[in-house]
């Protein structure tokens, strides 16, 4: 884990507002992601993880505060621009152009993430080339590049989303639940993945639910909850915190097991 040529973090999220009429689904939030870190982020529905996703890749701009990132002002910056300074996401619900053939997603993707894009229309110049072969590479899908998108089964649509994600040649990765509806083994698939990418030097920042998900692969855990931060540290701390097992697992649960977990030593 390092810091940015600068000193400073790869991210910088400060006091991020992020309002919908009178509904604050982002409440002054703040945080910072240092270059290589996986930051796993938890919290129930509604709390606001997919909202803080839409502001950081410049979909839905902040109503307050700022985001920088590599030392860029991003907080009003297109979805496009932020795409080029280094930043990439996956969705929570499975997106793809559903008539397009793996390989040409992640292409559209590539050519969307060229911030100089030499060759007009879909052509690829020999960079994003190699850009879509790496990502097709490490998210296991070369195989079964001629299928059309439509018909993967919901493992692979998951690996397409991230696969074109990669093939933009981002610093950061942003995932939204990306192994939402997996069984167990699929889960371990994405968790060999994140592994490679975080080897690799990546920095994430993945949303999830599943906990075993979460606290496996994050350095650092943040959790929502109406907006706010709630938690923020090692992933092993959350049991041991009362307000995050009281989220989780309803009002009182954590006077519950901390009987519990005193009755038996
Ligand atoms: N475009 C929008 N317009 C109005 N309200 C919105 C919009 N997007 C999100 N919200 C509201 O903002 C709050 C946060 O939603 P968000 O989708 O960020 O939650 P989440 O933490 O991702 O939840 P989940 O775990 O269910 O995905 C919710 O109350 C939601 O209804
Ligand atoms: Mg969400």
Redesign the pocket.
């Known amino acids: 884990m390092t810091e940015t040529a600068a000193g400073r973090p790869l991210l910088e999220v400060t006091a991020v507002t992020k309002s919908?009429g009178a509904?604050v689904?982002v409440n002054r939030l703040s945080f910072t992601l240092n270059e290589g870190e996986v930051l796993g982020i938890g919290?129930p529905?509604?709390?606001?993880?997919?909202?803080l996703f839409e502001v950081i890749s410049g979909l839905s701009p902040a109503t307050a505060g700022s985001i920088r990132f590599a030392g860029q002002d991003i907080t009003r910056a297109s979805a496009e621009a932020i795409c080029h300074a280094g930043i990439a996401r996956t969705f929570?619900l499975n997106a793809a152009f559903d008539s397009l053939t793996v390989q040409e997603n992640v292409e559209v993707a590539a050519q969307f993430g060229r911030a100089n894009r030499a060759v007009p229309g879909l052509r690829l110049d020999r960079h994003a080339r190699a850009a879509v072969e790496t990502a097709l590479e490490i998210t296991g899908l070369t195989e079964r590049r001629n299928r059309v998108a439509a018909k993967l089964p919901v493992i692979d649509r998951k690996l397409l989303m991230i696969a074109g994600a990669l093939a933009t040649e981002p610093r950061l990765v942003l995932m939204d639940e990306p192994v939402g509806g997996l069984t167990p083994g699929e889960i371990d698939r994405i968790v060999a993945l994140v592994e490679r990418l975080r080897a690799a030097g990546r920095s994430i920042i993945l949303i999830e639910?599943v906990m075993r998900f979460l606290v496996q692969l994050s350095d650092r855990v943040l959790i929502?909850h109406h907006g706010e931060k709630i938690y923020e540290g090692a992933p092993k701390g959350l049991v041991q915190d009362a307000q995050v097992v009281d989220v989780y697992l309803g009002q009182g649960a954590s006077k519950r097991l901390a009987t519990y977990l005193e009755s038996r030593t």
């Open positions: 919908f509904l689904a919290g529905n509604g709390a606001g993880k997919t909202t929570q639910h929502l």
